[in-house]
């Protein structure tokens, strides 16, 4: 027998939290290190590490209705990996919607409603806003349907469960890496920041953490740009920045941000003066760290996190115990450390192509 959620405080104390299950098979992706916070959605309650497996089967093939802001960039086909195979690993029927962007709440509360009118059993939500979606949550839960927060964060108290981490800590994670290079009393470096699109829970997170990590250093954020994760729309902004800022020294921001900095750079002949750092993981950043273009970037292992927004849903109905706030451990991948990273957790593999169904 296995334990699921085997946390290290409470064995310690005695305690364990156990789960039904068989064998973890050789090949698996658990058990996975994880954060659970105690009360549950609460960034700043405490937490305690966990080792998560999840179920081996599902006892019959429920529907899940999974919506995410968009496909644009790899951060979310990850997640997409992560969810499609878990359903396949549990036996259970995924719907994969998409909004289009971060300025289609309504189509993303439309898609939802859609799911739900279907048969839904169970909903996965990669939030377009923190509280734009507290009426829909507040009406799919009046259905007895859970409602799994991923990746982005929502502000409601209804959620069942929440499959995420701290977007404040992998900001302050990639401002901490600069402050250290920069400390208090060095000479002043001067850095762009594109937090990503103005609304959003996760850009708030990350805007606010980012910002306290260099506070007391000598990085200057001298402009802050908010806008959607499309490729276009971050180089138009890094493009505006550069045209009002040709002494910068770092353009730090979203993965997309990093991945469309270095051509325009790269054009411009600014390599060597201005440095890169994104505040999440994608291909284009791994590519990066490892050719020398991108400093550094923290990972939230997006792969597991859709893994187990899915066994969290499959948990709930069905009865079983649940942790109802977790997340992957944070660790920060540089340019020293990248050759001993396994992107599996992080990364969809090379040549997925988007699933948006599952039976």
């Known amino acids: 027998m296995r334990s699921v959620l085997e946390s290290r ?19 698996a992706w658990y058990p996975y290190e994880v954060e659970s916070w105690n009360p549950p959605f609460d960034m700043a309650s405490p937490r305690e590490k966990l080792s998560y497996v999840p179920l081996e089967k599902a006892s019959k093939p429920w529907e899940i209705c999974v919506s995410f802001p968009h496909m644009k960039d790899a951060y979310w086909l990850a997640v997409d990996y992560g969810v499609a195979e878990e359903a396949k690993d549990l036996g259970v029927k995924m719907q994969l919607v998409e909004a289009g962007g971060y300025t289609e709440l309504e189509k993303q509360i439309s898609q939802i409603e859609d799911c739900v009118a279907a048969g839904a059993n169970a909903v996965i939500i990669g939030a377009i806003s923190f509280d734009g979606l ?7 839960r009046s259905k007895d349907i859970p409602v799994i927060d991923v990746i982005n964060g929502m502000s409601s108290p209804e959620l069942s469960a929440k499959s995420l981490v ?39 997170a990350g805007n606010t953490g980012f910002l306290e990590a260099v506070k007391g250093s000598a990085v200057e954020v001298v402009e802050t ?82 893994r187990i927004a899915v066994d969290q849903a499959v948990r709930i109905l069905e009865g079983q115990d649940f942790a109802k706030h977790v997340g992957p451990a944070l660790f920060v991948v540089s340019q020293d450390n990248i050759a001993d990273f396994d992107p599996g957790s992080t990364l969809a593999p090379d040549g997925f192509s988007p699933v948006f169904r599952v039976e």
């Open 9 to 27: 405080a409470a064995l310690a104390a005695g305690l364990l939290i156990a789960f039904a299950g068989s064998a973890v098979a050789a090949d």
């Open 134 to 140: 507290n009426n829909l949550v507040h009406e799919v």
């Open 225 to 306: 740009k908010y806008g959607d994760t499309g490729k276009e729309a971050q180089s138009a902004l890094i493009e505006d920045t550069l045209g009002a800022y040709p002494d910068l020294d770092y353009i730090a921001g979203t993965a997309v941000t990093a991945e469309a900095a270095i051509p325009i750079l790269r054009s411009r002949g600014l390599t060597d003066q201005i440095k890169v750092l994104s505040y999440y993981y994608t291909p284009g950043v791994d590519q990066g760290i490892r050719r020398g273009q991108i400093l550094a970037a923290p990972t939230d292992s997006p792969v597991i996190q859709g």
């Open 166 to 204: 701290s977007f404040g800590e992998m900001g302050a994670k990639t401002g901490e890496f600069l402050a250290k290079m920069h400390p208090a009393g060095s000479d002043p470096v001067k850095v762009g920041w594109f937090p990503g699109p103005a609304g959003a829970g996760w850009v708030e």
